[in-house]
């Protein structure tokens, strides 16, 4: 644990560093400002992130710019149907010793061993490479034959779903969903920042993006910001918000009830509360309040809630029942 005066001087420079690294992903990525924060919420609270959003949004760019900015080694994974297990996590490879003519095998690490992945198209490939590299979310570590290899830490994986075109994937299932923390939708630029775009992008632009943070001070404000206190008002709301999501749950509205196969679970719970002390702490705050909660809420429940056939019917999404439900949840509502 840290004392609290190295706590207190991690969070206090968390505004600064916060400020500092948009400026320089400013250089290269335009708009999508919130977005951004809301990685740096995910990235700081060691969670991984779900990114939804077309071709062409500057996805790859914005996670590779952000990885320079932070001093982390990045690697980007393209997921398609033929991808191994091995081509994520490694593999063993028989090498000759030279000196005494003996053979042995050489473990050969895979792209996973890196501090930031990009997972790009996730659903492309099957259940059984996911599975690899979700392993290695949950453990952060891969298991080769009777070795165990840690991965280095700050360790963040960013998958990508195309939203759109669905024939030939295989959707994650709601299990692996669930380590997600967050599921984050990418949408079009404004007409300001897309003329911006593409001003820039056809034009000689050479930016340099500097080191803002090294992994040491990340994995320092990851225990930093798990150290802040949380006040009950707060605690209890995020997770009865969590509870409400439960169409079982007695005190789920009617809505619930008819709209929702399938609630969140604890795990949503926590990561509304970890996503609410790290956005308090990079707006230089020393607790969260209560918007804290509701600005992480729909990102981290919207891959939770499963809905109904009769709210698919109704042209409803998760989104649409999410909002609802944090509208009807103010805090004077809530039953004790």
Partial sequence: M?????????????GVVRQTILDEIKKVIIGQDEVIENILIALFSNGHILLEGVPGLAKT??????????DLKFNRIQFTPDLMPSDITGTDILTENKADGNRYFHYIKGPVFANMILADEINRTPPKTQSALLQAMQEYQVTAGNETFSL??????????NPIEQ????PLPEAQLDRFMFNINIDYPTYDEERE???????????????????NDIIAIQHAVREIPVSDHVLDFAVKLA??????????????????????????????????????????????????????????LQHRVIISFAAEAEGMKSRDV??????????KKINK
Avoid: C
């Fill in 61 to 70: 760019l914005m996670i590779s710019t952000l990885a320079k900015a932070l």
């Fill in 167 to 170: 024939e030939g994937t295989y």
């Fill in 2 to 14: 840290m004392n609290p005066n190295e706590q207190l001087a991690v969070l206090e420079r968390m």
């Fill in 197 to 215: 775009i593409v001003k820039r992008t056809t034009m000689t632009i050479d930016q340099n993006v500097r080191s803002i943070l090294h992994s």
């Fill in 152 to 161: 280095e830490q700050p360790f963040l994986v960013l998958a990508t779903q």
């Fill in 322 to 331: 999410i909002k609802r439900l944090i509208e009807s949840l103010e805090p």
């Fill in 243 to 300: 509870r409400a999501t439960r169409p079982n749950d007695e005190n789920a509205p009617d809505f619930i009830k008819q709209w929702v196969n399938w609630g969140a679970g604890p795990r949503a719970s926590q990561y509304m509360i970890l996503g609410a002390k790290a956005r308090a702490a990079l707006q230089n705050r020393l607790t969260p309040s209560i918007d804290d909660v509701k600005h992480v809420a729909m990102i981290v």
